[in-house]
């Protein structure tokens, strides 16, 4: 501990150490309580992450329908010009 002097020839025993135990000591706390929110965040994220992959896995699979079905549509409407121009073709 510190000893600081008053002035009037005595000294006491000062708090300076003690504030920076205290200090010290506030600040390693925050640091835990922050490093396991991180760590509880991390967890919750980790254990959501199959439920998303299974989401985006259907998603995959609606997307992939509504390629083959614009697929199909356009498939038809090629065939239809193609047709409609080979008519125009023969007839004229």
């Keep these: 501990m510190m ?3 008053t002035g ?3 000294a006491e025993p000062g708090r300076l150490d003690d504030d920076a135990a ?3 000591a506030a600040v390693v ?3 835990q309580e922050l490093l396991q929110r991180v ?3 991390a967890a919750h994220r980790a254990a ?4 998303r992959e299974q989401h985006h896995a259907v998603l995959d699979v609606l997307d992939e329908e509504m390629i083959d079905a614009d697929l199909a549509e356009n498939s038809l ?3 239809a010009v193609r047709r409609r121009a080979r008519d125009r073709a023969a007839a004229g």
Excluded at 48 to 51: E, K
Aim: proline share 5%; net charge neutral; charged share 10%.
């Design 3 to 5: 000893v600081c002097s």
């Design 39 to 41: 760590h509880q965040v």
């Design 29 to 31: 706390e925050a640091a």
């Design 8 to 10: 009037a020839g005595s």
């Design 48 to 51: 959501q992450a199959p439920g």
């Design 77 to 79: 409407m090629i065939t």
């Design 22 to 24: 205290k200090t010290h």
